[in-house]
T-cell receptor, first 113, second 113 residues
Framework: DQQVKQNSPSLSVQEGRISILNCDYT??????FLWYKKYPAEGPTFLIS?????DKNEDGRFTVFLNKSAKHLSLHIVPSQPGDSAVYFC????????????FGKGTKLTVNP | AAGVIQSPRHLIKEKRETATLKCYPI?????VYWYQQGPGQDPQFLIS???????DKGSIPDRFSAQQFSDYHSELNMSSLELGDSALYFC????????????FGSGTRLTVV
């Protein structure tokens, strides 16, 4: 049972345009969400997070939006750059727990020059 | 800045053999997590340790065991290896409670032949 779902295995955008990566979750107990970026032969790198008490968090070119009623979050990258090409994982956890993360399957983003 | 160090980077073992994966957390990080990522799969939580005690356990087979030592490094011991154990094994570390954006190592790629 996949509790965190990234339904798009891949996404291709042009440099300078917006990249939107989507993530859905089924467990309403999740209250903290993270996005990780992974390059080949490297471990996932933390990108940005959001608590369930917020609906938006912004960090430079990266913005995460959370819609709790729809159990949906998205990562916006504006403007997209070729160096953003990587696999992006959505992850969720329960605050106050052991901080283990439940990951989605990832979306491979390709930003074309 | 020091990162999470995992060794070895690559490991090839035969079926029914034993493997030991090592993880050295970032200095002053007291929590270690182990994740397994199969080919084309999302990272799956195996086990975590906080202050040398097991803090949570996920989908870790009984053939696997792990511990965290007094210097906070951790070892994942895998016995009676099966072909299906071939995967990337990531270790991550954090400063414990509330530090969700933890840092991953580059992983150990285990191939069982």
């Amino acid at each position: 049972d996949q509790q965190v779902k990234q339904n798009s295995p891949s996404l291709s955008v042009q440099e300078g345009r917006i990249s939107i990566l989507n993530c859905d979750y089924t467990n309403s107990m999740f209250d903290y969400f993270l996005w990780y970026k992974k390059y080949p032969a490297e471990g996932p790198t933390f990108l940005i997070s959001i608590s369930s008490i917020k609906d938006k968090n912004e960090d430079g070119r990266f913005t995460v939006f959370l819609n709790k009623s729809a159990k949906h979050l998205s990562l916006h990258i504006v403007p997209s750059q070729p160096g953003d090409s990587a696999v992006y994982f959505c992850a969720a956890t329960f605050q106050g727990g052991s901080e283990k993360l439940v990951f989605g399957k990832g979306t491979k983003l390709t930003v074309n020059p | 800045a020091a990162g999470v160090i995992q060794s070895p980077r690559h490991l090839i073992k035969e079926k029914r053999e034993t493997a030991t994966l090592k993880c050295y957390p970032i200095p002053r990080h007291d929590t270690v997590y182990w994740y397994q990522q199969g080919p084309g799969q999302d990272p799956q939580f195996l086990i975590s340790f906080y202050e040398k005690m097991q803090s949570d356990k996920g989908s870790i087979p009984d053939r696997f065991s792990a511990q965290q030592f007094s210097d906070y490094h951790s070892e994942l011991n895998m016995s009676s290896l099966e072909l299906g154990d071939s995967a990337l094994y990531f270790c991550a570390s954090s400063r414990g409670t509330g530090d969700y954006g933890y840092t991953f190592g580059s992983g150990t790629r285990l191939t069982v032949v």
